[in-house]
């Protein structure tokens, strides 16, 4: 059974810094992407960054580029969101989800999600 956890999130002033972490089980995810998302109270689900299996290939929401980084450690099957220069505007619950491919952005085909860690800006 696949399981991702994240965690990481909190409170942060506007400038700061979070790094969010998830831990994933259940696949051999080196063969697979792994993106973050993220979904602000009244708003849909958007992307924030994805990862192919690899690591070499990355991309990034237009809002978050040149502010956050994704990695992976496949050695610890965990993907890494390293967020600088928070805004208020990044307050959101995080999820980190799997896909059933080496690489995508598409998010219809990340399969596994999980569960979510709240990150919180004040200005």
């Known amino acids: 059974q696949v399981r991702l956890v994240e965690s990481g999130g909190g409170l942060v002033q506007a400038g700061g810094s979070l790094r969010l972490s998830c831990a994933a089980s259940g696949r051999t995810f080196s063969r697979y992407a792994m993106g973050w998302f993220r979904q602000a109270p009244g708003k849909e689900r958007e992307s924030v960054a994805a990862i192919s299996g690899s690591g070499f290939t990355t991309s990034y929401a237009d809002s978050v580029k040149g502010r956050f980084t994704i990695s992976r450690d496949n050695a610890k099957n965990t993907v890494y969101l390293q967020m600088n220069s928070l805004k208020p505007e990044d307050t959101a619950v995080y999820y980190c989800?799997?896909?059933?491919?080496?690489?995508?952005?598409?998010?219809?085909?990340?399969?596994?999600w999980g569960q979510g860690t709240q990150v919180t800006v004040s200005s």
């Open positions: 989800a799997v896909a059933g491919t080496i690489w995508t952005t598409k998010t219809s085909e990340f399969d596994y």
